[in-house]
């Protein structure tokens, strides 16, 4: 009834750490949705979405700032204030994060976080946020009892880039030349 958690069912069993992949069935109308869209409403939708990943981890781990380092950094990459090796090792120490970590659910969110910076540099990442947010949401919640949870979040992806799309024009912050 439901063939999205077949595959997240087989990956399980395979123990694989992402249990969606960018040729997931379930994810096929938000890439197409994303290729549709401009690299700016990628980046303000991807980076919209990473805030709320990161409030998620700050929660769990007071301290750890990398997370929030890398958003911020990628955010500063976006506008032009800083450049992309800099940016890029810091999505590097979010993704370090996960290494450190033992619940399944925030190594994929701290994965989702990094994916979702690096959309700043080309848009072919922003598939990798809903892998692993999705893949945390399964994991948080077992696959016996995420179907609504998973939906609902999926539906909130589409909503949010409907929503960038429409208000990426007012959007004041800067614009690195690259994304001009």
Known sequence: MYPWL?????????RRQVLFSKDSEFLADLAELFAARSHRVMVLWALDFAAES???????????????EALEAARQ???GEVKMRYAQRKI??????????????????CHAVGQA??????????????MYDLTAIVRRL???SCREAVEQRKAEYIARLFYWDAHAPDYQGAWAEFLS
């Open 77 to 79: 990459w976006a506008a």
């Open 54 to 68: 990161v409030a998620e981890l700050e929660r769990a781990y007071p301290e750890e700032r990398r997370p929030r």
């Open 117 to 130: 910076c690096a959309v700043v540099h080309t848009a072919g990442h922003a598939l990798g946020y809903p």
């Open 142 to 144: 077992g696959p016996d």
């Open 92 to 109: 590097l120490d979010c993704h370090a994060v996960a290494r450190e970590l033992s619940d399944k659910a925030d190594i994929a969110a």
């Open 6 to 14: 077949d595959e997240v069912n087989q990956n399980i069993k395979k």
